[in-house]
């Protein structure tokens, strides 16, 4: 009898464990209303159901993001807001760098998601004076 109190005990903790277990990126998460929600799906595990999807709409979203943003640093005669490093880092080192980067600062996180890529560019890649 006391083999099988163990079992409905365990039983109960698996059952529990699933239940509360989320995916931590969520429909939602793509929204993206802040810097923080970027964070999240720039950042899923790989066990996440929607690992493949955020991994995809983060690249794009960055990508997208920085070439707007270096499109309208190439029109503006001086005081560029950065300037990128040569040779430039890959897609998947510059996301990590930008996570890694919100996440140090709490404030970054509440910041709109483009304002917060422009911040980290801003931030990480400064250009030399008079440019």
């Known amino acids: 009898m006391q083999f099988r109190s163990w079992t409905i005990v ?15 990126i969520t429909e939602d998460s793509f929204l993206l209303r802040s810097t923080s929600d970027l964070v999240d799906v720039c ?10 999807a955020a991994v995809n ?20 005669r001086s005081r560029h807001l950065f300037c990128a490093p040569n040779p430039a880092p890959t897609r998947n080192e ?23 890529i422009a911040a980290f560019l ?8 008079g440019q």
Request: hydrophobic letters at 45%; a neutral charge; aromatic letters at 10%.
């Open 43 to 52: 950042s899923p595990t790989q066990a996440d159901p929607m690992y493949t």
């Open 94 to 116: 510059g996301i990590a760098a930008f996570v890694q980067w919100a996440k140090a600062d709490a404030g970054r996180m509440m910041q709109p998601p483009a304002d917060g």
């Open 122 to 129: 801003a931030d990480q890649y400064k250009c030399p004076r």
């Open 57 to 76: 709409f983060c690249q794009g979203f960055a990508v997208g993001v920085f070439r707007v943003l270096q499109e309208e640093d190439a029109a503006k």
């Open 10 to 24: 365990l039983g109960f903790g698996v059952i529990a464990c699933i239940g509360s277990a989320r995916a931590s």
